[in-house]
């Protein structure tokens, strides 16, 4: 019997992220059609890509964009903006969704409002859109894979245990962490360190975004709120532990003691193929562990003085509501300030915490009602910075 073939939208292709997705599809050619293509402000590079993989649908940002890209490549069909990403996420079987920060939602929501498989990498948009994301899953029946290398473990740890009321037989869920670049530093020499220091990740190459968010810890901040949305598990039943070689991708305890884990080394396609490949996996290895050589893992507890944006988050959790949504758009408010030398790295967390001190805890039951909270919280976020 033939193959059939999964046809795939990949939004944010020109990321970290979205090359990785090209790799793998790359080496599955007979599995999946690219069908659909989103960036940003990189358009030459997205050109390229419509045109290796033969792509018939292509969103960019901008009308200009639109221009380039009509010009460069006749006959493929081009959308814009929001309204596009929205075409897009409803165009595929599978949609990658890529792109970096709340810009993600649209097509998010579009993917799960279209039925369609959404392999999860914007972690911002689940965090932020939760109660709305809960709500569709209660209509109907949902296929959202994580990307996220822990929850993408997790999901795998999971396999065979009963989802239905909260998954009884699971104790918790450990999120592991790498610790960042500054995972020995202390609250006191953290004062001192640069854009530099930050954007030099010990076990990740990474987008700049999360790549900042990991030095502060706000990633796995997020990445807690992430996996109580994923899995309808509260954030008290989820734990971070931090392993700094980045072999363990994170683990799930059960009641009975035992606990699964996830290993391999660090390699985004492997997620990627996975969330894919799903139910098959794909026959083709990213960060096989040889045992050959020997190998050390340790783990530790992350250290929550020096890193505050851990138990931030874990008091966003526990708000719930549009406490979530306040957190990230004030956190991406800060990291941009900081990659745009506005603020110093120990500004950020701090930048964040006083924003959330002026949440409203009005409700979050619309999507409106979430553009609101993200907007309020960028412009108290954006007059903190501008005060500092
Ligand atoms: P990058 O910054 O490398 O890529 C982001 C992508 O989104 C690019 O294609 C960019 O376009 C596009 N983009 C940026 N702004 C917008 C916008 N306003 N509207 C539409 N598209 C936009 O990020 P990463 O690939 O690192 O991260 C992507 C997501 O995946 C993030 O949510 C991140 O947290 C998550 N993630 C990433 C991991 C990684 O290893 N990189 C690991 C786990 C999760 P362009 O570049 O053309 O401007
Ligand atoms: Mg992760």
Same mark, same amino acid.
Request: with cysteine.
């Given at each position: 019997?033939?193959?059939? /073939?999964?046809?795939?939208?990949?939004?944010?292709?020109?990321? %970290?992220?979205?090359?990785?997705?090209?790799?793998?599809?790359?080496?599955?050619?007979?599995?999946?059609?690219? =069908?659909?293509?989103?960036?940003?402000?990189?358009?030459?590079?997205?050109?390229?890509?419509?045109?290796?993989?033969?792509?018939?649908?292509?969103?960019?940002?901008?009308?200009?964009?639109?221009?380039?890209?009509?010009?460069?490549?006749?006959?493929?069909?081009?959308?814009?903006?929001?309204?596009?990403?929205?075409?897009?996420?409803? %165009?595929?079987?599978?949609?990658?969704?890529?792109?970096?920060?709340?810009?993600?939602?649209?097509?998010?929501?579009?993917?799960?409002?279209?039925?369609?498989?959404?392999?999860?990498?914007?972690?911002?948009?689940?965090?932020?859109?939760?109660?709305?994301?809960?709500?569709?899953?209660?209509?109907?029946?949902?296929?959202?894979?994580?990307?996220?290398?822990?929850?993408? *473990?997790?999901?795998?740890?999971?396999?065979?245990?009963?989802?239905?009321?909260?998954?009884?037989?699971?104790?918790?869920?450990?999120?592991?962490?790498?610790?960042?670049?500054?995972?020995?530093? %202390?609250?006191?020499?953290?004062?001192?360190?640069?854009?530099?220091?930050?954007?030099?990740?010990?076990?990740?190459?990474?987008?700049?975004?999360?790549?900042?968010?990991?030095?502060?810890?706000?990633?796995?901040?997020?990445?807690?709120?992430?996996?109580?949305?994923?899995?309808?598990?509260?954030?008290?039943?989820?734990?971070? =532990?931090?392993?700094?070689?980045?072999?363990?991708? %994170?683990?799930?305890?059960?009641?009975?003691?035992?606990?699964?884990?996830?290993?391999?080394?660090?390699?985004?396609?492997?997620?990627?193929?996975?969330?894919?490949?799903?139910?098959?996996?794909?026959?083709?290895?990213?960060?096989?562990?040889?045992?050959?050589?020997?190998?050390?893992?340790?783990?530790?507890?992350?250290?929550?003085?020096?890193?505050?944006?851990?138990?931030?988050?874990?008091?966003?959790?526990?708000?719930?509501?549009?406490?979530?949504?306040?957190?990230?758009?004030?956190?991406?408010?800060?990291?941009?300030?900081?990659?745009?030398?506005?603020?110093?790295?120990?500004?950020?967390?701090?930048?964040?915490?006083?924003?959330?001190? /002026?949440?409203?805890?009005?409700?979050?039951?619309?999507?409106?009602?979430?553009?609101?909270?993200?907007?309020?919280?960028?412009?108290?976020? *954006?007059?903190?910075?501008?005060?500092?």
């Amino acid at each position: 019997m033939a193959e059939s /073939v999964r046809s795939v939208a990949l939004l944010g292709a020109t990321g %970290s992220i979205g090359t990785q997705t090209l790799d793998v599809l790359r080496r599955s050619p007979h599995q999946f059609k690219l =069908v659909a293509l989103s960036g940003g402000t990189r358009t030459q590079e997205l050109v390229a890509i419509a045109r290796e993989f033969n792509v018939p649908l292509v969103g960019v940002l901008t009308d200009a964009d639109a221009k380039v890209v009509a010009t460069e490549l006749p006959g493929v069909n081009v959308v814009v903006g929001d309204a596009g990403l929205d075409v897009l996420a409803r %165009s595929a079987d599978v949609v990658v969704n890529a792109v970096v920060g709340f810009a993600g939602l649209t097509a998010t929501l579009a993917a799960l409002d279209a039925g369609k498989r959404l392999a999860l990498a914007n972690k911002e948009s689940l965090v932020a859109a939760a109660p709305l994301v809960d709500q569709v899953r209660a209509q109907r029946s949902t296929d959202l894979v994580p990307i996220d290398s822990e929850h993408c *473990a997790i999901h795998q740890c999971l396999a065979g245990a009963d989802a239905t009321a909260g998954y009884r037989s699971v104790k918790r869920l450990l999120l592991t962490a790498s610790g960042g670049p500054f995972r020995t530093k %202390s609250a006191a020499e953290l004062r001192h360190v640069t854009k530099a220091d930050a954007l030099q990740h010990p076990t990740w190459a990474m987008g700049p975004k999360i790549t900042i968010d990991s030095s502060t810890l706000m990633n796995k901040g997020l990445e807690v709120l992430e996996a109580a949305a994923l899995f309808g598990i509260g954030v008290d039943r989820i734990d971070v =532990v931090v392993h700094p070689q980045s072999i363990v991708h %994170s683990m799930v305890e059960y009641v009975d003691g035992s606990t699964l884990a996830q290993l391999s080394h660090p390699d985004m396609r492997l997620p990627i193929a996975y969330c894919l490949g799903l139910p098959e996996r794909l026959d083709q290895s990213w960060g096989a562990i040889s045992f050959t050589d020997a190998l050390t893992l340790t783990f530790e507890p992350p250290n929550r003085e020096a890193f505050p944006a851990l138990d931030l988050a874990y008091e966003a959790g526990r708000l719930g509501g549009a406490a979530p949504a306040w957190l990230s758009a004030a956190n991406e408010v800060a990291v941009e300030a900081f990659l745009q030398d506005q603020i110093a790295w120990s500004d950020i967390v701090p930048v964040v915490a006083r924003t959330l001190d /002026v949440f409203d805890g009005e409700p979050l039951t619309t999507v409106e009602e979430l553009r609101v909270h993200d907007q309020n919280s960028r412009r108290i976020a *954006a007059k903190i910075v501008a005060e500092l």
